[in-house]
């Protein structure tokens, strides 16, 4: 009679006690919570309240299953009625979905019963790789894949908790193009990757055209661990960590990329995307032979419209890699700015690329820190180049710490480009402090400093020196069109315009540099229709300030010679070729200047290079 009693009890409660009446339902005591802080017991052990179905009040009394096992044994689910699953790791309500007849069992957010009835997760709203572990041992592999793929259709975040998780195969992400994934993960989250001659980690499927076929994918939070996937330097086979085509947009950030041998990650034909805030540890890879991996970040083949920000690449002690940052064949309307590189054969490299801005980057013990190719309308500002302690020689031919070779119409301003590492290249040529070759280029407001020389020898057009400072370094020039040299310092240097046409060479000043007594002078043997004007030189190192041999109708005037010291030049001011008639060597409007403090008195310098 007392257990009658009781049952009755309970089942009055069931019925009077709402939805909206529920504080906690908890799993691992039998005690359902109500607002009014009372606590009923369970009719019996093993039981747990559940809310019913949308719309209705009851609470019902219904059994935990305590394994995934125990679940798909379950043969009489109730549709509008949740079950709790207590198994650790796969915790969670589920429910009897009618209606699908279908879908395959994942077993983390589609179960299958034994009765072929279909139970579903409820109230999903991120999916958790654990889900879909299958027993102790279980692939995990297969698990995340597993999870990606319910994320993708169910679009919910995908989380991947902390732990080191093996995987033995490449994770395939092809979300469709109206869906986006997210998949994260937490502080310790490891993906510790080892598959046999695999080419990428994590991937989408290659399609080999222009069109966007894949949606959104966004990474955060993960490292990617490749310790157990050695490769042998100078392989053909490199593994890509992340490769990801035909994609609407990328978004990586707040993970790192350690012990790969290939590369970090690599975009091709994307929309557009973010990298921030990453960090890459020992991605690397380079040789003589093999030439086309040993990137940290790649950006290829139109992948348009990304900013590259705030990341931090170095390689180890003995490893040497190709790229750190590489924005290669159209991909345009790109940003590379705040990333911190350190030992790479090239720190950034941007070719066949336009409307590129790279700023406030810093490159360390790069011998080719900056390298610009065959590029249209690229800027480089405010970014620091330095090839102190270089773990290699560069492999690209007659190089420079900054590399400029064949851009149309780009800028360069306000960098510093410092500490030539003074090796040749592997081929035994030499290499420069800075190399700019190319048309319609901006120099301006850089800091050019230890090096040979910046070098911008050979056929080019309207190139412009504008406020530049070159610190114990020189300017070559020789063989341009049209070039414009103004308002720069040279500390130590010389400028060379030998064969110039057309150089405009301006308001330049030449001092000695640290350590040193005499400046650099102007070289321009040969130049025609040169115009040198308004520079100032102090105590010229070379015996004469001008060498204005051979010159062809040049005009060289209002030019200034500070002597202090008496083994500078004084009368030698031009180094005139004296078997040609003057009037065809140079000419002059405003006199050039001789200030000789030594005797405290100026002279004005005529074409002859006397002075009057």
Sequence with gaps: MKKLLFFFLISILSLTTTVAQVVEITSDTTKLATKTGRFREAYRQGVRYAKGASG?????????????????????????????????????????????RSSADNTGTVLVTTSQKRLKRADVNQINCRWFLVGEGGNTADAIQAAINAGIQLSQDVLIPAGRWLVNKALVLDVPLDKTIRIIGQFGTILDFKAANASAFMHTTPVNDSTHVYGKIYLAGITFDGHRNPVTPGNAYALKTLDFRNCLWVELSNSTFQNMYGHGLIFRRCAGGIIDRNTFSGVYGRDSVYDAYGDAITLFDRSENFSIQNNTLRLASGQVGRCGIAVDVNCNYTTVINNNITGYERGIHVESCRHVLVTKNQVFRAPIGGYSAFNEDVSWEGNSFSAGEVTQPPLLSQSGVFFVYLDNKCSYRGNTISNWHGQKDVRGENTYLAKFWGDGLVIENNIFSKGNEVWAYGSHKSQQYLRNQFLDTGLRIDRQDSPTVESNFFYGGTLNLQSTSKASITKNQFYPAVEQMQSGNINAYGARFAYVADNVLRDCKNGFVIDNQQTEKAVFEGNILIRTLSQAPGNSYFYTDSNRPVENVSKSYRPNQIRDYLINDSFLVGNSGVAQ
């Design 56 to 100: 209705t009040t009851e609470i019902t009394g219904t059994r935990v299953f305590r394994s995934l096992a125990e679940l798909r044994r379950f043969t009489s689910p109730v549709e509008g009625i949740q079950y709790y699953l207590s198994e650790k790791g796969k915790e969670g309500y589920w429910y009897y979905d009618a209606a699908d």
